[in-house]
């Protein structure tokens, strides 16, 4: 991956915010190429002058190839065709060709603020010119999941908790996701002036699906097509931030039918369309309540009132996807994060039908159980060995240790690390560790910001008590425990189990007046059928446990 091109990074890892003269010419062409307007002066249009018969080509060029897609988009636009072939109606519905493409990062970010203004305002985003870039304020800037997520009827089952729409449905959603108010067009670049620039704005990911395992099996990737209009530029901005710019999709290189040892033979699209809240429910062919099914009704999806909104007038995101491994998802809000976490869904898609990958849910841990020892320890056996001496440990591992005339070694990388023989003493009250070299006792202090490692690799620290100013002894096993979860729905506890116990833990004095009756009482919430909790005996879990 070129990190300058994809994610605006320089080789030596610094970020460039760039706002060069030349960025902005380069935008100009690619606008007067378009048909559009550009930015600036007489003397910024000189070039563009300059460059006018080549630009006169290249329209030229662009208009007897009107009906042609790149690769990615053809796939998509097949999609479409196959997926609405068995409708009453034939599909008219063509994704947008002409668009403003991204194809490198940081056109976006320009793109997103008229350069001679430090503010632009339309009706979904309102942006502000700060000193670390460009700070966008959409809209909507909160989440929310109820009634949100929609899937299209005849592709892949449809989860019970998704609202479940007709074919005919999508079909007219995406023809009117289209068909988009010019206010909303406007590209934020030419705002400032009174020639403005309408265009669709275009941008290509390809996220990675399966991550190389070096000598086991290469990177894998799907494609994903985002099209937004022209005031939504920001979203892909802070896409590409995320996921990298795969640069201009109708370059031979960057097709990824072409590079099968590194795509997952998979295509996804996204469309953004805020003016889709006002449709009704009748205009996308939703059935009246009387001829709706038992699950349309559940779902809201059938009208009483002619004037009712599709989905009460709030945002949503709707998605078609087959196992053709294409995905076609239309979002009515341009918060933020739902753009960032369709892309999310649309890897976990590709992830499920590649298999021998995990989706975005998986989440693991590795364990390394750790013991209070109190103030005293010694070897009495409870710890785990390896039958190594000090000296065999010492002499295996001499290349990062330094060994002392005393009988214990220092880490030549993290001078904290004391290695130690296994039949020390430690006193935490003398702050003392005490052995034998051969018959000569040693001692060495005990420090609190030390780590103390012996032959089988168990670990001793000292370290101060939460609840209260005393200290403590604390061992660590060598061998940790590996938890992994392949998979999980949202909030199903992934990060949970790769934090420690002790942040759930609550410190303090407390008092027992009967233990016995305590633990009785804890018996009895925990074996209790919470099946009868609710105050209305008629009412049932919507599932078991």
Not at 247 to 270: E, K, S
Not at 335 to 344: A, D, H, I, P, R
Not at 450 to 478: C, E, N
Request: net charge negative; aromatic share 10%.
């Amino acid at each position: 991956m070129d990190l300058k091109r994809a994610l605006g990074i320089d080789p030596d890892g610094g970020i460039q915010l760039n706002h060069s003269e030349r960025l902005i010419q380069y935008i100009n062409l690619k606008l007067a190429a378009l048909g559009e307007p550009v930015f600036g002066t007489l003397h910024d249009k000189e070039f563009i002058e300059l460059a006018r018969d080549l630009i006169y080509n290249h329209q030229e060029k662009n208009r007897l190839l009107s009906n042609y897609l790149c690769p990615a988009d053809q796939r998509i636009q097949n999609f479409i065709n196959n997926y609405f072939s068995d409708t009453d109606e034939e599909c008219s519905v063509r994704i947008p060709s002409d668009t403003f493409i991204l194809d490198h990062h940081g056109i976006a970010r320009m793109l997103s603020i008229p350069p001679d203004q430090n503010e632009y305002h339309n009706g979904p985003v309102s942006s502000y010119r700060i000193e670390q870039g460009i700070l966008h304020n959409p809209k909507h800037d909160r989440r929310t999941t109820k009634g949100v997520f929609h899937v299209s009827e005849g592709g892949l089952p449809i989860p019970d908790d998704k609202k479940a729409v007709p074919k005919e449905t999508f079909r007219r959603i995406l023809k009117k996701a289209l068909e988009v108010p010019k206010e909303i067009m406007e590209l934020p670049f030419t705002a400032s002036q009174d020639e403005k620039a309408y265009v669709w704005t275009s941008l290509l990911l390809r996220p990675t699906v399966v991550p190389e395992v070096p000598g086991y099996n290469a990177r894998k990737s799907m494609e994903i097509r985002f099209f937004a209009p022209g005031c939504l530029v920001s979203n892909l901005d802070f896409v590409e931030s995320i996921f990298g710019n795969a640069g201009d999709p109708y370059l031979p290189q960057n097709d990824a039918a072409l590079d099968i040892d590194h795509w997952t033979g998979h295509t996804g699209c996204v469309i953004m369309a805020p003016h889709l809240n006002s449709l009704t429910k009748k205009e996308v062919g939703l059935p009246p309540v009387d001829n709706a099914t038992k699950r349309q009704k559940r779902d809201g999806m059938c009208w009483e009132k002619e004037d009712e909104l599709y989905n009460d007038g709030q945002p949503f995101k709707i998605t078609a996807r087959t196992d053709e491994g294409v995905i076609l998802t239309i979002l009515s809000d341009n918060y933020f994060g739902y753009s960032k976490k369709e892309v999310k869904t649309q890897i976990s898609f590709s992830a499920n039908l590649y298999g021998n990958s995990e989706e975005e849910h998986a989440g693991g841990a590795l364990v390394f159980p750790t013991y209070d020892l109190g103030d005293e320890f010694r070897d009495d056996n409870l710890i785990p060995h390896n039958g190594l001496t000090f000296s065999e440990m010492a002499s295996m591992y001499k290349e990062i240790m330094e060994e002392k005339p005393e009988g214990y070694a220092v880490d030549k990388t993290y001078p904290e690390i004391r290695y130690v023989p296994e039949d020390i003493q430690i006193n935490l009250k003398e702050q003392a560790i005490r052995w034998k070299k051969g018959k000569k006792p040693q001692t060495l202090k005990l420090l609190p910001d030390h780590i103390y490692v012996m032959p089988s690799g168990y670990q001793i620290r000292m370290i101060k008590q939460q609840d209260a100013p005393f200290w403590q002894l604390i061992g660590t096993v060598a061998e940790g425990t590996f938890i992994h979860k392949p998979c999980t729905v949202s909030g199903g506890g992934k990060s949970e189990i790769s934090k420690s116990i002790a942040n759930s833990i609550i410190y303090g004095p407390f008092f027992v007046a009967d233990i016995r009756k305590d633990f009785k009482l804890l018996d009895e919430i925990i074996k209790r059928d919470y099946s009868t909790r609710f105050k209305d005996p008629k009412r049932k879990d919507d599932r078991p446990f």
